[in-house]
């Protein structure tokens, strides 16, 4: 049972433009949510987060909106940059419990020129 | 870069064999983590550390085994190699709850 889902394989943008990808969860035990990029080849890095008593939280070009009552949450890209194509991976955890992270299976997006 | 390697990069072994992963921290953070990612399953959690000689099991954590006798490693072990353990393996610290950060991974295959 996948706990946390990323129903968009791929996605691909035109640099300068916002690039949406979205991430969806079952467990309403989940209380803080973490966006993490991966290169190839390379390990996750993680880019950022929220917690469940906000429904927005922003850090530069990346913002990350929260809708508890529709289990979704979403991550902002703007603008898009070359330098950001790579693989998405939405995450969930339930806090106080040694950070036990559930992971989507993945968004690859592709900013083109 | 958060202080973590993992050794070896890169190995190829038969199946049967016994192998032994390894993640080593310079972080002196409490929490440790192995990850297995394959394709369409993301990253699933196999085994976890909450202080040294402190683990516990993940989602996927039949046929692995850990240990962690020192705060700075945590050893993975398949004590016989399986066709279905060829992954990519991931080693992420965490000094609380919230964030995690990663290795740079481990390629397995298992032939």
């Known amino acids: 049972d996948q706990q946390v889902k990323q129903n968009s394989p791929s996605l691909s943008v035109q640099e300068g433009r916002i690039s949406i990808l979205n991430c969806d969860y079952t467990?309403?035990?989940?209380?803080?949510f973490l966006w993490y990029k991966k290169y190839p080849a390379e390990g996750p890095t993680f880019l950022i987060s929220?917690?469940?008593?906000?429904d927005k939280n922003e850090d530069g070009r990346f913002t990350v909106f929260l809708n508890k009552s529709a289990k979704h949450l979403s991550l902002h890209i703007v603008p898009s940059q070359p330098g950001d194509s790579a693989v998405y991976f939405c995450?969930?955890?339930?806090?106080?419990?040694?950070?036990?992270?559930?992971f989507g299976t993945g968004t690859r997006l592709q900013v083109t020129l | 870069d958060a202080g973590i390697t993992q050794s070896p990069r890169h190995k190829v072994t038969e199946t049967g064999t016994p192998v032994t992963l390894r993640c080593h921290q310079t972080e002196n953070h409490r929490y440790m983590y192995w990850y297995r990612q394959d394709p369409g399953h993301g990253l699933r959690l196999i085994h976890y550390s909450y202080g040294v000689k402190d683990t516990d099991k993940g989602e996927v954590s039949d046929g692995y085994s850990v240990s962690r006798s020192k705060t700075e490693d945590f050893l993975l072990t398949l004590e016989s190699a399986t066709s279905s353990q060829t992954s990519v393996y991931f080693c992420a610290i965490s000094p609380s709850s919230y964030e995690q950060y990663f290795g740079p991974g481990t390629r397995l295959t298992v032939t």
């Open positions: 929220i917690s469940s008593i906000k």
């Open positions: 467990n309403s035990m989940f209380d803080y």
């Open positions: 995450a969930a955890e339930v806090t106080g419990t040694a950070s036990k992270l559930t």
